[in-house]
Antibody, heavy 119, light 107 residues
């Protein structure tokens, strides 16, 4: 069965950096694009970033463009989110999600990793 | 950026009743709209893709309709496990965007 396990969250000061990881299993990782989606405490969902199956291209929300970088290592079945210049409004639960077979939807999600930006 | 507006914000209904949730896009997304269900403490679950297609394993009481800018998610007869927050999401153009959500609560 498909499993996505995020890690790397924690508490970081404003202006700091953090790298999130998402280990995937149970599907052919090298043939699927992957997303990061976040959810601030008590708030709705916000798409963050997407990487193509081979890492050749990436897309970002305007709110993180220039600060966050999505990447993947297909030899390790892992997708990453490098987050720099973190701000208070980046505080969220960060989910990785697999792109669906029917286009740019999210058909499998991890349980999320919490990032708190606070001094 | 395409803005998705969901209404109502909260829907108070009883088990067995019909739920009708709306999602309106700021510009046409053609048929490229999906719906998700999220329960407290859980990740979202894809219910509907491309406006009207049920995702794998989704019960037939969930149905979607619409195209262009106006979309509807209908739950024909609410079961206890259906009380949750529902989000719409468009894949028509970058950046991908979600609506603000509709909470379906027990009346």
């Amino acid at each position: 069965q498909v499993q996505l396990v995020e890690s790397g969250g924690g508490v970081v000061q404003p202006g700091g950096s953090l790298r999130l990881s998402c280990a995937a299993s149970g599907f052919s990782f090298t043939t699927y694009g992957m997303h990061w989606v976040r959810q601030a405490p008590g708030k709705g969902l916000e798409w963050v970033a997407f990487t193509l199956f081979d890492g050749s291209n990436a897309y970002y929300a305007d709110s993180v463009k220039g600060r966050f970088t999505i990447s993947r290592d297909n030899s390790k079945n892992t997708v990453y989110l490098q987050m720099n210049s973190l701000r208070g409004d980046d505080t969220s639960l960060y989910y990785c999600a697999k792109v669906s077979d029917w286009g740019l939807y999210f058909d499998y999600w991890g349980q999320g990793t919490l990032v708190t930006v606070s001094s | 950026e395409i803005v998705l507006t969901q209404s109502p914000a909260t829907l108070s209904l009883s088990p067995g009743e019909r739920a009708t949730l709306s999602c309106r896009a700021s510009q046409s997304v053609s048929k490229y709209l999906g719906w998700y269900q999220q329960k407290p403490g859980q990740a979202p679950r894809l219910l509907i893709y491309d406006a009207s297609n049920r995702a794998t394993g989704i019960p037939a009481r969930f149905s979607g309709s619409g195209s262009g800018t106006d979309f509807t998610l209908t739950i024909s007869s609410l079961e206890p496990g259906d009380f949750a927050v529902y989000y719409c999401q468009q894949r028509s153009s970058w950046p991908l965007t979600f609506g603000g959500g509709t909470k379906v609560e027990i009346k």
